[in-house]
Structure formats: C-alpha cells, structure tokens
T-cell receptor
Framework: EAQVTQNPRYLITVTGKKLTVTCSQNMNHEYMSWYRQDPGLGLRQIYYSMNVEVTDKGDVPEGYKVSRKEKRNFPLILESPSPNQTSLYFC?????????????FGPGTRLTVT | GEDVEQSLFLSVREGDSSVINCTYTDSSSTYLYWYKQEPGAGLQLLTYIFSNMDMKQDQRLTVLLNKKDKHLSLRIADTQTGDSAIYFCAEMWDAGNMLTFGGGTRLMVKP
C-alpha cells in the first residue's frame, strides 16, 4: 500500500530536549516536505527536499533541521525544542514537479513542548 | 508573501449544497488544490485545478476558478454528514514545488 508514515504520532517533551520525527514514504517519490499546522493558520511549510541531499527552507524553517540521506526518509529534527513549536506536524511526498502534482500526506505527529 | 484566505466555518443541512470559498494573492499560481481533513487524520487531496481552467467537475465536487479575482470555490452537491471535515485550499506557485495553504474552513453538516 502506497503510504507516508510518521513516527511518533504523539510526543510530549520538555524545552531543550532534542527530538527527531521520522518520515518515510514507499512510493519512490523524489519530493518530500514538512508542514506544521496551527489553528487558523492552515499548514505552513517548514522544509522541503527535491531529491537526496537536496533540501531547502520553506516558510517557517527557524528552529528546525532536516536531512535527506536516502530517498525514502526525511526526518525532522528539533535540536532545542521550545513551547512555540507545539503543533501538529505533517510530512508529505510527491513524485515531483514534472510528474505529479499530488502530494501524499502522512497521518500527522502531534508535538507538545512544555 | 503569498496569502491564501478562507472563512473559518460553514454550516449546512444534509442534502443541501455547500460552497467553500478561497481567495489567493499570487497571480503566478500554477495549480490550486482542495484538501479534506477529517478529525484526527491527515490531509486527503480532493481535487485540483490548473490555473488556465475555469471549472472542473468531479462527481459531487465542482471547482470554480476566477483568475481575474483570484477566487477559488469548492461546491459539494448533496452534502452528507460524512462530508463534515476541515477543507483547505492551497496554491502551488512558480517559485518552486511549494504549497501555500489557507487556514481551513470547518464544514459542519446537520442531519
């Protein structure tokens, strides 16, 4: 089954404790991205990656890091989480700008930073 | 920067039509999308329209695009209780493979 998976689905952590949210897709998609969803603000893009070893900042990259060492994985790293990073996070993938315009979204990771 | 706006809330009766509206600012949009998010779930792509089209129909869904006014709408015919969800419009623009989302419209369907 074609899917985007994220782990964990729920996470409660404390300020400053480094964490990683994993994202994996099994569709051989080149393009992957991370969004955060906050009430009334919709989804805002954090980082995106056009291919392996190619990443770029989205609208709200501050406080986040990503890496794309393999095509299927695109982890989101919070080196020193702060309460304003409490949010619902979605990973998404698509075949790329030329082939397909449909982005497939993961189920979301609800993060709470106290 | 790019801005996509939607009203926050819409309530309709089962069987009626729903119309969810969206306005955007970027005239270089290439594709415009409608996503549905059910409670506790991720986003599901409902439909999309290329920016050189005025209308697209897909079963109960009709998308209308007024490029001059930068206005996008989603009409759901014969709305059912299962259509209750948050609906997001999104635009893709030329600067890259980036989507800008609106804030979402919560659709409530009353029996």
């Amino acid at each position: 089954e074609a899917q985007v998976t994220q782990n964990p689905r729920y996470l409660i952590t404390v300020t400053g404790k480094k964490l990683t949210v994993t994202c994996s897709q099994n569709m051989n998609h080149e393009y992957m991205s991370w969004y955060r969803q906050d009430p009334g603000l919709g989804l805002r893009q954090i980082y995106y990656s056009m291919n392996v070893e190619v990443t770029d900042k989205g609208d709200v990259p501050e406080g986040y890091k990503v890496s794309r060492k393999e095509k299927r994985n695109f982890p989101l790293i919070l080196e020193s989480p702060s309460p304003n990073q409490t949010s619902l996070y979605f990973c998404a993938s698509s075949a790329g700008l030329a082939d397909s315009y449909e982005q497939y979204f993961g189920p979301g990771t609800r993060l709470t930073v106290t | 920067g790019e801005d996509v706006e939607q009203s926050l809330f819409l309530s309709v009766r089962e069987g009626d039509s729903s119309v969810i509206n969206c306005t955007y600012t970027d005239s270089s949009s290439t594709y415009l999308y409608w996503y549905k998010q059910e409670p506790g779930a991720g986003l599901q792509l409902l439909t999309y329209i290329f920016s050189n089209m005025d209308m697209k129909q897909d079963q109960r869904l009709t998308v209308l695009l007024n490029k001059k006014d930068k206005h996008l709408s989603l009409r759901i015919a014969d709305t059912q209780t299962g259509d209750s969800a948050i609906y997001f419009c999104a635009e893709m623009w030329d600067a890259g493979n980036m989507l800008t989302f609106g804030g979402g419209t919560r659709l409530m369907v009353k029996p």
